[in-house]
């Protein structure tokens, strides 16, 4: 990769506007059907909940669980983005081009990330969109909610980028998927409050990122949050700068990229 000093501002946008290219030419199978997923999960769950349980006061089930499946949607679209189009590109070589070229770490690793984050925003906010055709519509805090919606698509991002960077097969980006990404999505708030869990489960779900994001863009949506959400922002914000700092110099070194 190119030491340049001086951004590359044309190099960026070709690489992240070939980056958007590659997933919008196959948009049913990147952004309708990840939609069409995430929206199964609201009818299974409001059939069998809804008028049973709801963390929230004053809200459905339904309601409640809307946020956190717009969320899921981002993280697991953000992180498939990235991951898959730096995978492919190591393993059928093309990856060469891509470290020829006259792009710096910083430039790649932008590119690679903002085209995470759109996708992800995209397949969140449709899912959002039809959902609110069978919840009743919240939108409370406009700015938190994009604000937490960037930030969880970016630091989703540069995991897929660390991950694609790691694996040396496609075999171990899935166990990567089913061991970290997964977990880390299923016991994040998505589905429940964390202090409707067991005393001894608050504190270890605690560490987990990814419910700080959750439950500030949940706070954003219907204003019901566990945390501050100013608290949460910083802790996702620092959890983005350490991941982007990680990436940048995994890129920088070409670690397990250059043959």
Same mark, same amino acid.
């Given at each position: 990769?190119?030491?340049?000093?001086?951004?590359?501002?044309?190099?960026? $946008?070709?690489?992240?506007?070939?980056?958007?290219?590659?997933?919008?030419?196959? $948009?049913?199978?990147?952004? !309708?059907?990840?939609?069409?997923?995430?929206?199964?999960?609201?009818?299974?769950?409001?059939?069998?909940?809804?008028?049973?349980?709801?963390?929230?006061?004053?809200?459905?089930?339904?309601?409640?669980?809307?946020?956190?499946?717009?969320?899921?949607?981002?993280?697991?679209?953000?992180?498939?983005?990235?991951?898959?189009?730096?995978?492919?590109?190591?393993?059928?070589?093309?990856?060469?081009?891509?470290?020829?070229?006259?792009?710096?770490?910083?430039?790649?690793?932008? $590119?690679?990330?903002?085209?995470? !984050?759109?996708?992800?925003? %995209?397949?969140?906010?449709?899912? &959002?969109?039809?959902?609110?055709?069978?919840?009743? &519509?919240?939108? !409370?805090?406009?700015?938190?909610?994009?604000?937490?919606?960037?930030?969880?698509?970016?630091?989703?991002?540069?995991?897929?980028?660390?991950?694609?960077?790691?694996?040396?097969?496609?075999?171990?980006?899935?166990?990567?998927?089913?061991?970290?990404?997964?977990?880390?999505?299923?016991?994040? *708030?998505?589905? &429940?409050?964390?202090?409707?869990?067991?005393?001894?489960?608050?504190?270890?779900?605690?560490?987990?990122?990814?419910?700080?994001?959750?439950? *500030?863009?949940?706070?954003?949506?219907?204003? !019901?949050?566990?945390?501050?959400? $100013?608290?949460?922002?910083?802790?996702?914000?620092?959890?983005?700068?350490?991941?982007?700092?990680?990436?940048?110099? %995994?890129?920088?070194?070409?670690?397990?990229?250059?043959?």
């Amino acid at each position: 990769m190119t030491a340049n000093k001086q951004f590359n501002t044309a190099g960026f $946008a070709t690489l992240f506007e070939k980056e958007v290219r590659r997933f919008m030419r196959v $948009a049913t199978q990147t952004v !309708v059907t990840p939609m069409v997923t995430t929206l199964l999960y609201l009818l299974v769950f409001v059939q069998v909940l809804e008028g049973r349980y709801s963390p929230a006061v004053d809200f459905s089930y339904a309601e409640f669980l809307v946020p956190g499946l717009v969320m899921m949607a981002v993280i697991q679209n953000a992180f498939a983005n990235s991951s898959s189009s730096l995978l492919q590109a190591k393993m059928n070589g093309s990856i060469t081009f891509m470290l020829i070229a006259p792009l710096s770490a910083l430039e790649i690793l932008l $590119a690679f990330t903002l085209a995470a !984050v759109l996708r992800g925003a %995209l397949v969140g906010v449709g899912v &959002w969109g039809v959902a609110s055709l069978l919840t009743d &519509w919240h939108l !409370v805090e406009p700015l938190w909610s994009l604000a937490f919606l960037m930030l969880t698509g970016a630091a989703l991002g540069l995991l897929g980028v660390i991950a694609a960077i790691i694996a040396e097969k496609f075999d171990h980006m899935s166990a990567f998927q089913n061991f970290v990404i997964l977990p880390l999505t299923f016991l994040s *708030g998505v589905f &429940w409050s964390v202090s409707s869990l067991p005393e001894f489960w608050q504190p270890i779900s605690a560490l987990n990122p990814l419910l700080y994001m959750i439950d *500030g863009f949940r706070y954003g949506m219907i204003g !019901v949050s566990d945390f501050d959400p $100013a608290r949460s922002a910083g802790f996702a914000a620092l959890f983005v700068a350490l991941l982007f700092g990680q990436t940048w110099w %995994l890129l920088h070194r070409g670690w397990r990229l250059r043959g």
